[in-house]
């Protein structure tokens, strides 16, 4: 079964600075999806940014990039320029590509708290 | 469209209680997913919907709970004899196609047996 693992429990950052959240996955798979997620307190999850296993360039969204390292089956989330806003907790992801048989499962880490000081 | 919708936004019911969740996805989506996380924890799959066929149930999901999907569109979440550890977040989610399309998750409904 595939597992996703998030060391961090718990990160700050102050604001304007530059801040890493790490992921580490487990699968036997060669064809996959990897997702950051964003939950902000009482309010509902918002897709952030998401990676294509096959794809070796790292995607990037705004202030959001990705370290994918598929060999070492590593996928951390860099947020450049911290804004208050980015305050949440984030939740790596990962689902089976299109020729799996659970393809419609995200499979989510326990999330790391990011605290944004001003 | 407003996105994903969930009713109630909070629910505390006594235990032994039955308890009956709702979601209304994106019209468009066909596919629907429930997803139970509980403190500290992150989302756990429990069921899936492609339209109106429940597709697969996690092991999570007893035999106290039920889920449908009459007509592809809405889903309601029942819990029968609801207990203390059914207390929870309960999110729903909807997509349009598999593959790299990240689900719309709705805000969820909490959960609280007393």
């Known amino acids: 079964a595939q597992t996703v693992t998030q060391s961090q429990p718990e990160m700050s950052v102050q604001e304007a600075e530059t801040v890493t959240l790490s992921c580490t996955y487990d699968?036997?798979?060669?064809?996959?999806?990897l997702f950051w997620y964003k939950q902000p307190p009482s309010r509902q999850m918002i897709l952030v940014i998401r990676?294509?296993?096959?794809?070796?360039q790292n995607a990037t969204e705004n202030r959001f990039s990705v370290n994918f390292q598929k060999a070492a089956k590593s996928f951390s989330l860099k947020i450049s320029d911290s804004q208050l806003g980015d305050a949440a907790m984030y939740f790596c992801?990962?689902?089976?590509?299109?020729?799996?048989?659970?393809?419609?499962?995200?499979?989510f880490g326990k999330g790391t708290l990011l605290t944004v000081n001003p | 469209d407003t996105g994903v919708s969930q009713n109630p936004r909070h629910k505390i019911t006594k235990r032994g209680q039955n308890v009956t969740f709702r979601c209304d996805p994106i019209?468009?989506?066909?596919?629907l997913y429930w997803y139970r996380q509980t403190l500290g924890q992150g989302p756990e799959f429990l069921t899936y919907?492609?339209?109106?066929?429940?597709?697969?149930k996690s092991r999570l999901l007893s035999d106290r709970f039920s889920a449908e999907r009459p007509k592809g569109s809405f889903s309601t979440l029942e819990i029968q004899r609801t207990e203390q550890g059914d207390s929870a977040m309960y999110l729903c989610?909807?997509?349009?196609?598999?593959?790299?399309?990240?689900?719309?998750f709705g805000s969820g409904t909490r959960l609280t047996v007393v």
């Open positions: 699968t036997s798979e060669s064809d996959y999806y």
């Open positions: 989610a909807s997509s349009a196609r598999q593959g790299a399309g990240g689900y719309t």
């Open positions: 992801a990962y689902k089976e590509g299109n020729s799996g048989g659970s393809n419609y499962k995200l499979t």
């Open positions: 990676q294509e296993a096959y794809k070796q």
């Open positions: 919907f492609q339209n109106e066929a429940q597709l697969e």
């Open positions: 019209s468009e989506h066909n596919r």
